[in-house]
């Protein structure tokens, strides 16, 4: 190469590195472990039998809900992040109540997530989609004759004895458009390159039916024991109503 054109190599090559800074520079992602807990008695509820008060136990036999639209805002780069469009957990099956997702690495606030479906997911045609979305027909969380989704399956028996005489059953379903919430917090978390932040969805079964929050009501298993959303009339029933209020204030994130 003779020294003219040794004089050109160097001048592209300084101008290609030049160009490559800092556009050409790629934020490295770590990852996002989100968990999905459910206590009582501020105890963490590993099998399906958990005491419930102090007074008598609570026996499960199915608790599933839709979590959708689970966002954040980077701060690093001034943008709002798509986490996860919809998952349903499952207490059941283990596999759905962890869930792991790349994310771009950063600093993060305003972490929002949806409890139950917004209207136009619950429009969606359980039957349209593939077996494995979760709002797949199999999932048996859809009702054809109200044309929505089911946002939570609690049922299960109590046992106000402590005899290990679950004669109390309860079935709360809830399932309807305007049940729909989006809760926000807005504390601060980080993404580092190659490394794993989690984050606890935490769900207080106690909160659900005697909450501490202010103008909550509470919900007396014995007397008011089930709720299938809709009333004779297609109407969304006052128990619905306020059960599903209790859940999404009974709602908590841990980092």
């Excluded at 606030?109 to 359980?126: A, E, R, V, Y």
């Excluded at 109590?158 to 807005?186: M, Q, V, W």
Aim: with cysteine.
């Amino acid at each position: 190469m003779n020294s003219g054109s040794l004089f050109y190599y160097f001048i592209f090559s300084f101008l290609l590195f030049s160009a490559c800074r800092p556009d050409c520079e790629t934020e490295e992602a770590g990852t996002l472990k989100l968990n999905f807990v459910f206590v009582a008695n501020n105890q963490i509820i590993d099998n399906n039998t958990f005491s419930f008060t102090n007074a008598w136990d609570m026996q499960l036999t199915t608790l599933k809900m839709y979590f959708s639209n689970i966002k954040a805002n980077n701060i690093t780069n001034n943008r709002n992040e798509d986490i996860l469009d919809v998952h349903l957990v499952d207490f059941n099956n283990i596999s759905t109540l962890s869930i792991n997702v790349e994310l771009e690495s950063g600093n993060y606030n305003n972490f929002s997530l949806g409890i139950g479906l917004d209207p136009q997911t619950n429009l969606i045609d359980p039957n349209t989609v593939v077996s494995n979305n979760p709002l797949h027909i199999f999932n048996g969380m859809h009702w054809a004759a109200w044309d929505t989704y089911i946002f939570m399956k609690l049922d299960g028996k109590i046992d106000t004895a402590l005899s290990n005489d679950f004669n109390y059953p309860f079935t709360y379903h809830p399932g309807a458009e305007e049940l729909y919430e989006l809760k926000t917090f807005s504390s601060d978390f980080n993404i580092y390159p190659n490394l794993e932040t989690e984050i606890d969805i935490i769900v207080n079964i106690n909160n659900i039916f005697y909450p501490i929050f202010t103008n909550s009501t509470s919900i007396d298993i014995i007397s008011e024991p089930s709720t299938h959303t809709f009333d004779g009339q297609g109407n969304v029933t006052q128990l619905a109503i306020t059960f599903f209020e209790n859940v999404t204030q009974s709602i908590d994130i841990s980092y």
